[in-house]
């Protein structure tokens, strides 16, 4: 179990059901992207950025019906990737926040551990 899950879960043992954790849009397209053939990544890439800059959580649930329909001809294991915590993603669409904190929050809360890509080319923060 990762640092961040840790964190997480022991945010879940205090505060319970009293809280919710955004999950990053950026990392939650990049995985679904990630299943698909290299042909179709960008187009899907900016369908789901258009999701994501949605001013409401009904529209951003709609577009995100119609992805899914899409990727369901695909790949299936990109579904699956879209399916896992997808509505946490959506957390400050249903809290009416996205316009006040949208830029800040769209990535994780808490920062991931480096992946060896990002370790091996220098890419972590200082």
Not at 4 to 31: C, M, P, T
Not at 32 to 60: C, D, F, I, N
Not at 99 to 112: D, K, L, Y
Request: glycine residues 4%; aromatic residues 8%; charged residues 25%.
């Amino acid at each position: 179990m990762n640092y961040v899950l840790r964190i997480v879960k022991a945010i879940y043992e205090v505060f319970g059901n009293k809280v919710l954790i955004q999950r990053s849009q950026w990392h939650k397209r990049d995985n679904v992207v990630g299943y698909l053939p290299k042909s179709v990544q960008t187009s899907m890439r900016q369908k789901l950025q258009e999701v994501y800059q949605e001013s409401t959580y009904e529209k951003a649930k709609e577009k995100l019906a119609k992805i899914r329909k899409q990727l369901e001809l695909i790949n299936q294991s990109a579904v699956s990737s879209l399916d896992e915590g997808m509505e946490k993603t959506l957390i400050l669409h249903c809290l009416g926040l996205l316009q006040e904190s949208g830029v800040s929050f769209r990535t994780t809360i808490f920062t991931r551990a480096p992946t060896k890509f990002q370790l091996k080319n220098g890419l972590t923060s200082q």
